[in-house]
């Protein structure tokens, strides 16, 4: 019940494909170099706007993964997920960070996307639970 508050971004930040919920700021973007299985996802520290589903553990080419499902608050559609728990030690920088599949969100970028030349190379997932 009640009013559903959408706390609003300033500056360049990307926002939900479907009902234009802001979801991140781009100063948030900490790499570019992932992917899930649908394509291109971002990685962020921090996200607004979702709520998150039930903690599973998923196998990813780089280890195995706690992992939660994030949603849009606006219209409840999958937009990535969150890293709870790594498993490799090596990932572990991952924890409480946030992926975004590309296709799901309009960013600051979308009116010209390009493949970017950031240089960072983190160590790209890709979420083959299949
Ligand atoms: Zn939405």
Redesign the pocket.
Known sequence: MGRLFLISLEGNFYS?K??Q?HLAHSDDLISKSFHSRRGKAYLFNKVVNVTIGEKEERTMTTGIYTVVDIF?V??G?LIGWKYEVASEKSEEYKEGKYIIERFKVLGPDSGHYVISHDGQLLGGDSDDDV
């Open positions: 939900c479907h009902c919920a849009c606006g219209c559609s």
